[in-house]
């Protein structure tokens, strides 16, 4: 059993790290595929063990977590949990440094594996119950209480054209007031595919997909695509210039906000780096990456972790909403054997980063990133037309509307996940139904 455990480890591993370097394409979109196929073979009498699935899946998590570094960092193409690595990690790439870039973030990475096994693990199952009964009744208003900080932290800029007072203020407002018109359009967004969506129920798992495709993906590659940016040589020497402090104070923070992510409802790995960096101080470009790293692994990988913890099996992400669709937590058994998975998968992520990131480096320079990006774009919009139909492609294109808005104005991408924070902080606090009344959903 135990080289079962290893293999479907390796594989799951090899998968998502290889996938992850596809700019835009997300691990949720893949393992839905995969959820797809389980569900085909077991109609056809086909049982796929824990042995395998764990492993496979945790394997594929933590691939993912680590080696999704690369698109963010030197093609710009970032989830949601990674919206706060662009900046920092494309200034050092356009300094030939996004090699160094990447190592820090997997540093980061690193940060959390260690702290969700060796901290977080131990004392999760004896932890995790009182906690749910503090918080039980109050996630509504933290949720709105993180909504609000998220779009009041995102101070106006500008102010000094013009000659009026007026011109000035509205020049100061136009990337401000761009944030909350994308978090307003995005939330009614949201409404429409909670509500009343168009998508088929056979794919209904895979609702949101195309329109946090459109959000987050299609913008950024679209202007890949006409900016035709042109990389300078980069520099493959392995020094970060990090100190010791420096690595644990970004990977507290990163685990802090990483960690407040997967705990909480709707509340994603990019808002918990946010509001780790604010809550910690963080200024340094080093840091910084070193926390988003963290950050984002926390977030994934400890939210599939919760699902398996004696007890409680907390479903939060959509790795956690995918595995539930397909097998429930039974014994003990199930989550050392997630945690031994991600132990594994780990250390092989880590060994996988620097010839997979010298060789995109590579790939970049001889390809460029205009037709690299062409490709990505036609696999995305291939596969949301492959799973959710002519109906998911124009969703996507709404969404690519709402997406480019942060990209032409200068305001935070993150105001685009009011797709899903406008509509379950509503739900939540009571008043979802209502408020879709209101807009004829119903």
Request: include cysteine; proline fraction near 5%; charged fraction near 10%.
């Amino acid at each position: 059993m135990a080289l079962l455990v290893v293999l479907s480890t390796v594989c799951g591993t090899l998968l998502a790290s290889v996938l992850a370097c596809v700019p835009s394409l997300h691990i949720y979109n893949v393992m839905g595929l995969l959820v797809m196929l389980s569900h085909a073979l077991t109609a056809q009498g086909v049982e796929l063990a824990p042995e395998v699935v764990i492993p496979f899946a945790a394997g594929m998590m933590v691939g993912y977590s680590m080696l999704n570094t690369l698109p963010s960092v030197l093609l710009a193409a970032p989830d949601e949990s990674a919206m706060f690595t662009v900046l920092p990690g494309q200034k050092f790439l356009m300094q030939g440094r996004g090699y160094e870039a990447v190592i820090m973030t997997t540093i980061g990475g690193m940060v959390g594996l260690m702290a969700l096994l060796f901290i977080v693990a131990p004392i999760a199952p004896r932890l995790l119950p009182v906690t749910q009964k503090v918080f039980r009744g109050h996630t509504h208003w933290i949720l709105w209480t993180v909504i609000a900080f998220m779009l009041m932290s995102e101070w106006p800029k500008g102010g000094r054209l013009g000659r009026s007072g007026w011109t000035k203020f509205l020049d100061s407002w136009k990337t401000t007031g761009a944030g909350l018109i994308t978090f307003g359009l995005s939330g009614l967004l949201g409404f429409v595919l909670i509500f009343r969506t168009p998508i088929a129920a056979d794919v209904a798992f895979q609702n949101l997909m195309p329109a946090f495709v459109g959000l987050f993906a299609v913008p950024w590659l679209v202007l890949n695509i006409c900016t035709n940016v042109r990389v300078p040589p980069q520099s493959m020497e392995v020094e970060t210039h990090l100190r010791m402090d420096d690595v644990l104070r970004g990977g507290f923070a990163g685990t802090l906000g990483g960690g407040f992510a997967a705990y909480f409802p709707v509340v994603t790995g990019g808002v918990g780096g946010l509001l780790a960096g604010h809550a910690t101080a963080l200024r340094n470009d080093r840091v910084f990456l070193v926390s988003q790293g963290a950050s984002k692994f926390v977030y994934y990988v400890g939210g599939l972790m919760l699902f398996f913890v004696p007890g409680v099996h907390i479903k939060r992400g959509g790795g956690a909403a995918l595995m539930r669709s397909i097998m429930t937590p039974q014994t003990d058994f199930e989550y050392y054997l997630m945690l031994g998975a991600m132990a594994i998968a780990g250390l092989m992520a880590l060994l996988l980063v620097g010839p997979m990131t010298r060789g995109m480096l590579w790939l970049i320079g001889r390809v460029g990133y205009r037709r690299i990006s062409t490709v990505a774009l036609l696999l995305i919009v291939g596969l949301v037309v492959g799973i959710t139909g002519l109906t998911g492609l124009a969703v996507m294109l709404v969404g690519t509307g709402i997406g480019l808005m942060p990209v032409l104005y200068g305001s935070r991408r993150m105001n685009c996940l009011g797709v899903i924070m406008l509509p379950m902080a509503c739900n939540m606090s009571g008043v979802g139904s209502t408020v879709a009344g209101w807009l004829g959903l119903l």
